[in-house]
């Protein structure tokens, strides 16, 4: 199985460790070519504003968009969720719009910029899952096909729409691979033949 990392800007050697560790085979990805190649793709934490202006320019957002058509599985942590939302407040516009929410950028206020709490993750199994935020969006207004994973008081922060899963937080800081696997699992869900 193959999954990249987008990797023009933001946190990406965290996400392809813990990828590998889970033994798929993981890289950066940079150009369009690389997308038509992936199974499952992981848009990282960073600047939304920047990596939407870079995908644009490098012809990845069309790549991602047609990819997805086809089959590809994507991930958006924290600027990756904005980047697949369909509405952003306060933007006339999405970038690749495919998740059925409205991403609400910084959402958690300037007086806890980042901060960790223990979220119940149902999907994931019993035990807590330490989420870090680091300005961190949250989602409004889901659509009918979005389930929702987590909130974190009373804020949606975790969700999952067929082939698109989106956090607020980022997993691939607290040590702990369970969202990498359950993406996995989602990739392996739609192939022929598992990992
Ligand atoms: N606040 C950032 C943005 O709007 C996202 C922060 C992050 O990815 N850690 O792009």
């Known amino acids: 199985m193959r999954v990249g990392v987008l990797a023009l800007q933001g946190d990406v050697s ?21 997308v038509a190649t992936l199974d499952g793709l992981i848009l990282p934490g960073g600047e939304s504003t920047t990596i939407a202006q870079l995908m644009r320019y490098y012809g990845i957002e069309t790549a991602i968009q047609e990819a997805y058509a086809r089959g590809l599985a994507l991930y958006g942590t924290c600027a990756g969720l904005i980047l697949l939302a369909k509405r952003i407040e306060g ?12 991403a609400v950028r910084n959402g958690f206020g ?7 709490a223990d979220l119940s993750i149902p999907v994931l199994g019993e035990p807590p899952f330490r989420a870090v935020f680091i300005r961190a969006p949250y ?4 659509g009918p096909d979005v389930e929702i994973l ?12 067929d082939r698109l899963l989106a956090s607020a937080f980022h997993p691939e800081l607290s040590g702990d691979p369970r969202m990498h696997a359950y993406f996995l699992q989602m990739i392996a869900a739609k192939q022929p033949t598992a990992v």
């Open 14 to 34: 965290e996400h392809i460790d813990l990828l590998r560790q889970l033994g798929a085979e993981s890289f950066e990805v940079r150009s369009a070519q690389q």
């Open 91 to 102: 933007r006339k516009d999405g970038s690749l719009a495919l998740l059925d929410v409205t």
């Open 110 to 116: 300037r007086q806890i910029n980042s901060f960790e």
């Open 139 to 142: 989602v409004r207004d889901p």
């Open 150 to 161: 987590a909130r974190y008081e009373e804020r949606i922060v975790a969700v999952r729409s």
